[in-house]
């Protein structure tokens, strides 16, 4: 019987958001990677994974697997007669008029019809009231003197920022003894961005000792609080969602997120949850929160000053300081490790079609030498 698989190394692109591709009708914060012989019945077939990344089908499709018969006569099993191993029939007469046989041990993204059990994070899950913030793993306190926080939204901007300064802290001013890495999980972040910080920026924060906080909301009301889902300085997984996500509650009152104005959306989900973490950790005392804006936003460090209510925090803007936009960080990140960053942002949000989410023109900004390393 085949081993259950939660995940294979694999490169899952963006779902292609263009008139030949239907709209997922699922959320894919659910999506794993699995082999096509442990697909199961119901379970929703997105893509083919192979060496270039996902490769999206016009439409999704339910899995009805069969056992594979060669001489079936549909006109495409036979393909596959001579294969050196297992084969399996992942649907037979939906979405094509013949058999769907695949190779058992391709790779297949799918969201599974049975959700699969989230790691258990009890052991690490604290909801904070109002009230009290409770240290969630042990040796780490809200008496460690931390005076740096650097808000790190896993897409580009902020991402070549903390890969560059873990180079070297002390010419940046930074003493990682003293810095907490703080995020917060909206629950509907790409599998492919989940993918990146997972095989190039945890191993570096554990690498350098970095406190990576990750945070949620506790429920859709101010007063559920906010979880801790993970506080360590040796973080193995990215928590892709908490206890409430954002989907959940733009699903429940039948609402759609902001493109322009205000994105309240993503101050309820990720502005006030860091905020009440600070506010209740750092007690009062001077701190500077680092923002990775980069410099073709200069009017965020203006807004971002201007709504600034914690006490004792001076925001901290580091890209603009160095003269980087969005060019020079995705190019910083492609020397670095091979691919191509995306931007930051929830599966569902109409985000993707402002200029502000898509890869930078090429050419438009160039890394200045001094900043290359």
Same mark, same amino acid.
């Given at each position: 019987?085949?081993?259950?698989? =939660?995940?294979?190394?694999?490169?899952?692109?963006?779902?292609?958001?263009?008139a030949?591709?239907?709209?997922?009708?699922?959320?894919? *914060?659910?999506?794993?990677?699995?082999?096509?012989?442990?697909v199961?019945?119901?379970?929703l077939?997105p893509?083919?994974?192979?060496?270039?990344?996902?490769?999206?089908?016009?439409?999704?499709?339910?899995? @009805?697997?069969?056992?594979? =018969?060669?001489?079936?006569?549909?006109?495409?099993?036979?393909?596959?007669?001579?294969?050196?191993?297992? #084969?399996? #029939?992942?649907?037979?007469?939906h979405? /094509?008029?013949?058999c769907?046989?695949w190779?058992?041990?391709?790779?297949?993204?799918? *969201?599974?019809a049975?959700?699969?059990?989230?790691q258990?994070?009890?052991? /690490?899950?604290?909801?904070?009231?109002?009230?009290?913030?409770?240290?969630s793993l042990?040796?780490?306190?809200?008496?460690?003197?931390?005076?740096?926080?650097?808000? !790190?939204?896993?897409g580009?901007?902020?991402?070549?920022?903390?890969?560059?300064?873990?180079?070297d802290?002390?010419?940046s001013?930074?003493?990682?003894?003293?810095?907490a890495?703080?995020?917060m999980?909206?629950?509907?972040?790409?599998?492919?961005?989940?993918?990146?910080?997972?095989?190039?920026?945890?191993?570096?924060? @554990?690498?350098?000792?970095?406190?990576?906080?990750?945070?949620?909301?506790?429920?859709?009301?101010?007063?559920?609080?906010?979880?801790?889902?993970?506080?360590?300085?040796?973080?193995?997984?990215?928590?892709?969602?908490?206890?409430?996500?954002? !989907?959940?509650?733009?699903?429940s009152?039948?609402t759609?997120?902001?493109?322009?104005?205000t994105?309240?959306?993503?101050?309820?989900?990720k502005?006030? #949850?860091?905020?009440? !973490?600070?506010?209740?950790?750092?007690?009062?005392?001077?701190?500077?929160?680092?923002?990775?804006?980069?410099?073709?936003?200069?009017?965020?460090?203006?807004?971002?000053?201007?709504?600034?209510?914690?006490?004792?925090?001076?925001?901290v803007?580091?890209?603009?300081?160095w003269? /980087?936009? @969005?060019?020079?960080?995705?190019?910083y990140?492609?020397?670095?490790?091979?691919?191509? /960053?995306?931007?930051?942002?929830?599966?569902?949000?109409c985000?993707?079609?402002s200029?502000?989410?898509?890869?930078?023109?090429?050419?438009?900004?160039?890394?200045?030498?001094?900043? @290359?390393?």
């Open positions: 019987m085949p081993e259950p698989v =939660d995940f294979f190394q694999a490169v899952v692109t963006a779902y292609l958001a263009d030949d591709h239907a709209p997922l009708l699922h959320d894919p *914060i659910h999506a794993r990677v699995a082999r096509a012989g442990d199961a019945e119901g379970d077939i893509a083919r994974l192979g060496m270039g990344g996902a490769d999206y089908f016009n439409d999704q499709y339910t899995a @009805r697997p069969e056992p594979y =018969d060669p001489a079936c006569g549909c006109g495409v099993c036979c393909h596959l007669a001579d294969h050196p191993g297992a #084969v399996v #029939v992942l649907s037979n007469g979405p /094509w008029q013949a769907d046989p190779p058992a041990d391709d790779l297949v993204l799918i *969201i599974p049975h959700r699969l059990p989230e258990n994070a009890k052991e /690490w899950t604290t909801a904070m009231p109002a009230a009290a913030y409770t240290p042990p040796g780490l306190s809200t008496a460690d003197e931390v005076d740096t926080v650097i808000n !790190w939204g896993l580009a901007d902020s991402t070549a920022y903390l890969a560059r300064i873990l180079t802290p002390s010419a001013g930074i003493d990682l003894e003293r810095t890495v703080l995020y999980a909206t629950g509907s972040e790409w599998p492919e961005t989940r993918m990146l910080v997972e095989e190039f920026m945890l191993p570096l924060l @554990r690498e350098h000792g970095v406190r990576f906080v990750q945070l949620s909301r506790s429920g859709q009301l101010k007063a559920a609080g906010i979880t801790v889902l993970d506080d360590s300085r040796r973080p193995e997984r990215l928590f892709a969602r908490g206890p409430w996500t954002l !989907w959940d509650e733009l699903e009152v039948g759609v997120p902001q493109q322009a104005g994105r309240k959306c993503s101050l309820r989900a502005g006030e #949850v860091g905020d009440r !973490w600070l506010i209740q950790v750092m007690g009062g005392r001077p701190f500077r929160q680092i923002m990775g804006f980069n410099a073709d936003e200069p009017g965020r460090r203006f807004g971002d000053a201007a709504a600034s209510k914690i006490p004792g925090r001076t925001g803007y580091p890209l603009m300081d003269g /980087w936009h @969005r060019q020079q960080c995705e190019d990140l492609l020397e670095r490790f091979g691919a191509h /960053w995306p931007k930051s942002y929830c599966t569902f949000c985000f993707p079609v200029m502000g989410a898509l890869p930078a023109p090429p050419g438009a900004h160039t890394l200045a030498p001094g900043h @290359r390393r």
